[in-house]
Nanobody, 127 residues
């Protein structure tokens, strides 16, 4: 089992920034590619960003590219999502997820590729 705990959500004005953290425990963190997803009320969960095992490769949904940055610190078993220039449309519950892969370069953007999920952290962007 892998346990994931998100933190860092909150209320921010449009144009502001937040940094989300996801702390992992239970298995070897570096064996997993990691991802961030989000879900707004009444909408399906959507992919936001992913990062490969060693952090060298990243991928973002078009709506956040250039504003959000995913990173990881394998020594701390933690993945981050730095969110800048936030917009009201970014309001959602943000979830981190772990994807067991077997290369340093693999990553995924589909929900069914991920094996473990955190409980989420609320991000609210006001206008």
């Amino acid at each position: 089992q892998v346990q994931l705990v998100e933190s860092g959500g909150g209320l921010v004005q449009a144009g502001g920034s937040l940094r989300l953290s996801c702390a992992a425990s239970g298995r070897t963190f570096s064996s997993y590619a990691m991802g961030w997803f989000r879900q707004a009320p009444g909408k399906e969960r959507e992919f936001v960003a992913a990062i490969s095992r060693n952090g060298v490769r990243t991928y973002y949904v078009d709506s956040v590219k250039g504003r959000f940055t995913i990173s990881r610190d394998n020594a701390k078993d933690t993945v981050y999502l730095q969110m800048n220039s936030l917009k009201p449309e970014d309001t959602a519950v943000y979830y981190c997820a772990a994807n067991l892969v077997h290369s340093n370069y693999s990553l995924g953007f589909r929900i069914d590729q991920y094996d473990y999920w955190g409980q989420g952290t609320q991000v609210t962007v006001s206008s």
